[in-house]
């Protein structure tokens, strides 16, 4: 289902893609389970842990900027002692400068790599960097962080409390809607997939995402799994007609503008190859229709790069061979 607005084409909204209204002021703040608070701004998501004497940040979005703190001081008027950053992004933790100097700022040690090359005053590297897990005692809650490999971003790691069943992990899992733009940006796609088990070995009820419009739970990674493994099937299936594509483009935009060549043969695969899974999806999952083609062009150079799925191709044929088949 769609509907035109200024000539372009706009489709429906599934209902499960949509969440909480946000109110006029800008932002949401609520409790899900025993202290730990999410905030969102309809877009964004970032959360805090009321403690017994003090209170735990946890990311600071600049699209809510300073409402991170009126957020936490409509709940408490604890002080902020720690600071925990999910990863480096600056979309995700650009105003973490709002939080007193002296709060303890703990993320992975990849995260602090990169925060020390960006130098930005905004972003502080960490404090107290950890490897592969990190566990925060304090006031009466257990907060832990792990880490299971690149995926969306180096660094990128879980946030979990065990005993409210609550795991963070920002820019995987796209409650009700298909990921971002190029797999959601994923500096590692293999590590992208993964980590949708990754989410699953934790004990969680609620999932904190980092975006969209509502909470998560253990059926949305699910759900967003086997979507992700359709753009697999797609972009394997793209593969397999690049032979047919790259024929068509040679016969319509020629070969001597190599980017036009290529651009116009991979898009032509990926966009015959992610119809099945942009039926399949569509109503189901936010974006779809939006994206599909995109996600499997990603993941169809992944296949290609990361996995060196493609087989030996002649690009350039001389022109005598270039008569029906490849090579
Ligand atoms: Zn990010």
């Known amino acids: 289902m769609t509907h035109t607005a200024g000539g372009i084409e706009i489709p429906s909204i599934p209902a499960q893609a949509i969440g909480p209204t946000v109110p006029p002021s800008g932002y949401l703040v609520r409790e899900i389970a025993d202290g730990v608070h999410w905030v969102t701004d309809g877009g964004y998501q970032c959360a805090f842990v009321v403690c017994d004497d003090q209170v735990v940040a946890i990311d600071a979005p600049p699209s809510l900027g300073p409402l991170v703190t009126r957020a936490i001081r409509d709940v408490t008027g604890k002080p902020i002692s720690h600071v925990l950053y999910t990863h480096s992004h600056g979309d995700h933790i650009g105003t973490v400068n709002q939080f007193p100097d002296d709060a303890v700022r703990i993320a992975q040690q990849e995260t602090h790599t990169l925060l020390s090359e960006a130098d930005d005053a905004l972003r502080r590297p960490p404090d107290v960097t950890f490897r592969d897990s990190h566990r925060l005692e304090v006031g009466g809650q257990v907060i832990e962080m792990h880490y299971k490999g690149s995926n969306h971003a180096p660094g990128n790691s879980f946030i979990h409390l065990p005993r409210q069943r609550i795991l963070m992990l920002v820019d995987v899992i796209y409650p009700g809607w298909v990921p971002f733009t190029n797999i959601a940006q994923s500096k590692d796609i293999r590590g992208f997939m993964a980590h949708h088990d990754h989410a699953l070995s934790f004990d969680f009820d609620t999932m904190i995402t980092g975006h969209l ?53 991979y898009e032509a695969a990926a966009a015959e190859a992610a119809q099945p899974v942009i039926q399949k999806w569509s109503g189901r999952l936010g974006g779809v229709e939006t994206l599909g083609v995109n996600h499997t062009l990603t993941m169809y150079h992944s296949l290609r790069l990361d996995e060196n799925a493609e087989p030996h191709v002649v690009f350039f044929p001389p022109a005598e061979a270039d008569h029906g088949h490849d090579h």
């Not at 086997?226 to 394997?236: G, K, N, S």
């Open 213 to 265: 419009t509502r909470l998560g739970t253990r059926q949305d990674v699910k759900i967003q799994r086997e979507y992700m493994h359709d753009i697999r099937t797609a972009a394997r299936h793209a593969l397999e007609i690049t032979p047919e594509k790259r024929r068509l483009a040679r016969e319509t935009v020629g070969t001597d503008h190599i980017y036009l060549y290529f651009k116009t043969m």
